[in-house]
């Protein structure tokens, strides 16, 4: 059988934080994840099953450091280490770049994102029934050539298009199911950067409880409650310390049709951003964090 190399779920995302704890306060204390480890440097979080779905590094820099994607066996990690080897991306790491995972190796991709991909995460499940979401579901990027970036998703991971919007503003891409894992929106006028970072929840009722949170926590949502129409997620968006919004959703779109076309939206339709008539702030584009240089 002919392996052609593709991710089949998100893994995590690492964030450069000038304040590890602060960063890792607001993530259990607001968004309800658990604390796995600490050490001077790192600050590893998660939801699931997994060790870590949330890495914050100490940085001199808010940034992104890098996105982790699973591969679902060896043989498809090689196959995509052999596709960035052809396309020429600078490899940073032959092995995983972090612990607790069996192999991988990291390289720096289009506008200037670090990937991971990798595979055999430790199992840590030590979950307590308590608030939170049930797991890391995507990130959104805002990039100044989406078509480029799209492309390098699509050939070297094997991500599939699910809805476009216009021309070339926004893509939603999946590698397995569910409606999209990353979500790339051209941002001609800004530098690259991680937009959001998002997690699944139960029901629309843990929204409400996350706005609840967050305003004891001084702060207040952003945006939403709201239902999306690319993706049909319902969300709800706060600020976290170092300028990347976090978004909690539930109810997303799944596709279990691997020959699905994508869907198109026209760019002018309010409907792909949202069904319910609640516009997003004028300012909801300008938060991000950049891609940290290696």
């Given at each position: 059988?002919t392996?052609?190399?593709?991710?089949c779920?998100?893994?995590y995302?690492?964030?450069g934080?000038?304040?590890?704890?602060?960063?890792?306060?607001?993530?259990?204390d607001v968004l309800?994840?658990?604390?796995?480890?600490?050490?001077?440097?790192?600050?590893?979080?998660s939801a699931?099953?997994?060790?870590?779905?949330?890495?914050?590094?100490?940085?001199?820099?808010e940034?992104?450091d890098?996105i982790?994607?699973?591969a679902?066996?060896?043989?498809?990690?090689?196959?995509?280490r052999?596709?960035?080897?052809?396309?020429?991306?600078?490899?940073?790491?032959?092995?995983?770049?972090?612990?607790?995972i069996e192999?991988?190796?990291?390289?720096?991709?289009?506008?200037?994102?670090?990937?991971?991909?990798y595979?055999g995460m430790?199992?840590w499940?030590?979950?307590?029934?308590?608030?939170?979401?049930?797991?890391?579901?995507?990130?959104?990027?805002?990039?100044?050539d989406?078509?480029?970036?799209?492309?390098?998703l699509?050939?070297v991971?094997?991500?599939?298009?699910?809805?476009?919007?216009?021309d070339d503003f926004?893509?939603?891409?999946?590698?397995n199911?569910?409606?999209?894992?990353i979500?790339?929106?051209k941002?001609?006028?800004?530098?690259p950067?991680?937009?959001h970072h998002?997690?699944?929840?139960?029901s629309?009722?843990?929204?409400?409880?996350?706005?609840?949170?967050v305003k004891?926590?001084?702060?207040?949502?952003?945006?939403?409650?709201?239902?999306?129409?690319a993706?049909h997620n319902?969300?709800a968006?706060?600020?976290?310390p170092g300028?990347?919004?976090?978004?909690l959703?539930?109810d997303?779109e799944m596709i279990?049709?691997?020959c699905?076309?994508?869907?198109v939206?026209?760019?002018?339709?309010?409907g792909?951003l949202?069904?319910?008539?609640?516009?997003s702030?004028?300012?909801?584009?300008?938060f991000g964090i950049p891609?940290?240089e290696?």
């Open positions: 059988m392996t052609t190399g593709s991710v779920a998100m893994g995302v690492a964030l934080s000038r304040d590890l704890a602060a960063s890792t306060r607001m993530a259990t309800g994840l658990r604390s796995v480890e600490n050490t001077a440097t790192r600050a590893f979080l699931a099953d997994t060790h870590h779905e949330l890495v914050y590094v100490k940085s001199e820099t940034g992104v890098h982790g994607l699973v679902p066996d060896h043989d498809n990690l090689a196959a995509i052999e596709k960035v080897r052809r396309g020429g991306w600078r490899v940073i790491s032959e092995q995983p770049i972090e612990d607790h192999e991988g190796f990291a390289f720096v991709g289009p506008e200037g994102f670090t990937w991971h991909v595979r430790s199992l499940d030590a979950r307590g029934g308590g608030m939170g979401p049930d797991r890391y579901g995507h990130v959104n990027i805002k990039v100044r989406s078509v480029a970036m799209v492309a390098f699509v050939d991971f094997g991500f599939m298009v699910s809805d476009r919007i216009g926004a893509f939603f891409l999946r590698c199911p569910e409606h999209h894992g979500a790339v929106v941002a001609v006028d800004q530098a950067s991680l937009h998002a997690w699944q929840a139960q629309i009722a843990e929204l409400g409880k996350l706005a609840d949170r004891k926590s001084g702060s207040r949502l952003l945006w939403g409650p709201v239902r999306h129409g993706g319902i969300a968006y706060y600020i976290e300028a990347a919004l976090v978004e959703y539930t997303m279990y049709d691997p699905r076309e994508a869907l939206w026209a760019f002018e339709d309010p792909w949202s069904q319910w008539e609640t516009l702030p004028d300012n909801m584009l300008t891609a940290i290696r």
